[in-house]
């Protein structure tokens, strides 16, 4: 043979082996990798039946169902937080994260020694660093890890952090007062509706936002409930119109509420998923928690006095408040002694009884020489029950506003009802400018079945220093039925109706286009023993000038005047 052929032979056989015993060494490498990741794989689930023993025994010595916390140290959650959120498998992970190239191993390590490394960054920077943690960076990462990994291990891990989080704020809000709480974990509710704030966003504002925006879809969205459920159709009808009867200066203590309800929903899905994790005692300690908080809202903030609704929007003034309410009589920070009471009976007595408390009390302040009653203008909160007699008697007392305090000019009483048209439900005003009561007029008016000699008490429009002869007239009776029509000059009466309606069924527009049509003055004519919310009723679409069918846009009456006044 020759040399060259058998050189050429033997390079193909060469070639030909080395082949197939690279592919069989390749073969051999990888089962023993393999054989080597399942080895690695138990190590792991051995790490973490070590972490979950780690964290069942210590809430164990926790004895979290008869835990009794005062709220004067740490809660004794938040050192267990601080010892598991340390965890000694960082180090075995770093090891082992390099050794299964090409195995599910080479992905998943990473991704487990990123939670812990996480976790343990934010809680360190928390405890012992004593710096800003970057809430929301942690807190995004839990809902992403949460999310790509629900089959594998520390998912429930993420979601008990996920809850916490809120728990470990809560805890620090014990020693807050309740009207301050919402601002302070406002951050937490961005996170919890997943709703953020928009940039240079007011809190009002993102309020606002929230219950226009967020609460209409709040029980799908947020609380994952399913629609046609009867959970849903409960959770719905609460939510549709949340703050619809929220009094403005409660809704940061209302939204306390649906914050608590999501922290007990979430905590009830981790329980119902994941029935044999070690965060159980935890749990159950947590919805217990967020429940008492929601039981406890409900004496944390109120509307008192239930005020009428009205469609002024003019900032109700705040430096001199009369309240007056079922529980009584109040004047800046002053109790008036009051016969008022939870019937809070509609009469024209009741009227002139609580007009002579007011007269009583106040000569008292004014005999002590209280500064607060020569401020000047005077906000009327009264609730929506009061007699509109009542309401205008204080407004107008000889007490309240003296004789040599009488001249002053646009001397005012603010008539407070509250905003309903922009969804803040805030207090909103109508400026009444009273007369001087040797000013007032007694205008004979003639309500249906008999004759009143009513008191003007002022006007609201353009300025006037005396009331004209009125040409038209706005009659709200006794029986709650509103008339709108020409003033007879020599009766008094109102002889054809232009406009009549039972108080509930009043079409505010229809109203204020009568009144625009007027040329000369209007005198209103409110029986006194009607309620203040009738009146306000009334009162709103002749102070204002509805621009819109729906009144939801108006403008302060620039003519003709509105001349207020109340007949017995």
């Known amino acids: 043979m020759k040399r060259g052929l058998w050189v050429s032979l033997v390079t193909l056989a060469w070639a030909l082996c080395m082949g197939g015993c690279e592919t069989r060494v390749k073969e051999t490498l990888q089962e023993k990798l393999l054989a080597r990741a399942e080895q690695g794989k138990e190590q792991i689930k051995k790490l973490l039946a070590e972490r979950d023993e780690r964290i069942a025994s210590g809430l164990k ?55 812990l490394q996480t976790g343990e960054k934010y809680w360190k920077r928390f405890f012992v660093d004593k710096t800003s943690a970057d809430l929301r960076e942690y807190y995004q990462f839990l809902r992403d890890y949460s999310a790509e990994n629900k089959t594998g291990p520390f998912y429930d891990d993420a979601m008990f952090e996920l809850l916490f989080l809120h728990a470990s704020y809560i805890f620090g809000l014990q020693d807050i007062p309740a009207e301050n709480r919402p601002t302070a974990v406002f951050r937490y509710w961005q996170l919890a509706f997943n709703f953020p704030s928009l940039n240079a966003e007011r809190f009002e504002e993102y309020i606002a936002r929230l219950c226009s925006d967020r609460f209409p879809t709040f029980c799908k969205e947020v609380l994952s409930l399913e629609d046609g459920t009867p959970e849903y159709a409960a959770c719905d009808q609460e939510y549709g119109q949340y703050c619809r009867n929220i009094a403005f200066e409660c809704r940061g203590v209302a939204v306390m509420k649906p914050y608590y309800q999501v922290l007990v929903r979430r905590v009830e899905i981790v329980m119902q998923n994941h029935p044999d994790t070690p965060y159980m005692p935890a749990l159950k300690y947590l919805k217990g928690m967020f429940e008492g908080l929601i039981e406890k809202l409900k004496q944390d903030c109120e509307e008192y006095p239930i005020l009428p609704d009205s469609m002024a929007f003019l900032p109700a003034s705040q430096r001199l408040i009369l309240n007056i309410g079922p529980r009584g009589v109040k004047f800046g920070d002053r109790d008036l002694e009051s016969s008022a009471d939870e019937s809070f ?134 029986g709650g039925k509103v008339i709108a029509g020409a003033l007879n000059p020599e009766t008094g009466a109102i002889d054809v109706a232009a406009y009549e309606a039972e108080i509930g069924a009043l079409d505010w527009f229809q109203l204020s286009k009568w009144a625009s049509d007027q040329t000369d003055a209007v005198v209103l004519g409110i029986n006194a023993g009607v309620s203040y919310e009738a009146m306000m009723k009334v009162v709103g679409p002749l102070a204002f000038r509805c621009t819109k069918e729906d009144c939801t846009v108006a403008e302060p009456r620039a003519k003709p005047n509105i001349y207020v006044s109340v007949c017995p």
């Open 61 to 115: 010595q926790l004895d979290l169902e008869n835990l009794q916390w005062d709220g004067s140290a740490a809660h004794p959650l938040m050192d267990w937080e601080k010892q598991i959120s340390t965890d000694t498998a960082v180090g075995t992970f770093k090891d082992m994260a390099p050794k299964y190239p090409g195995t599910e191993l080479e992905k998943l390590i990473p991704k487990y020694l990123a939670y």
């Open 345 to 478: 009976a509609l009469s024209e007595a009741k009227a002139r009884e609580m007009e002579s408390v007011f007269a009583k009390n106040l000569s008292e302040i004014r005999r002590a020489g209280e500064p607060e009653l020569k401020q000047g203008q005077i906000a009327i909160m009264a609730a929506k029950e009061t007699p509109a007699g009542a309401v205008m008697s204080a407004a107008w007392s000889p007490v309240l506003i003296p004789e040599e305090e009488q001249s002053i000019l646009n001397q005012a009483v603010y008539l407070v009802g509250r905003r309903r048209f922009d969804g803040t439900n805030a207090k909103a005003a109508t400026e009444i400018i009273l007369f001087p009561r040797a000013d007032a007029a007694a205008k004979t008016i003639v309500f249906p079945g008999g004759t009143a000699s009513c008191t003007t008490f002022g006007y609201t429009g353009e300025s006037a220093p005396a009331m004209p002869a009125p040409t038209a007239a706005v009659l709200l009776t006794n």
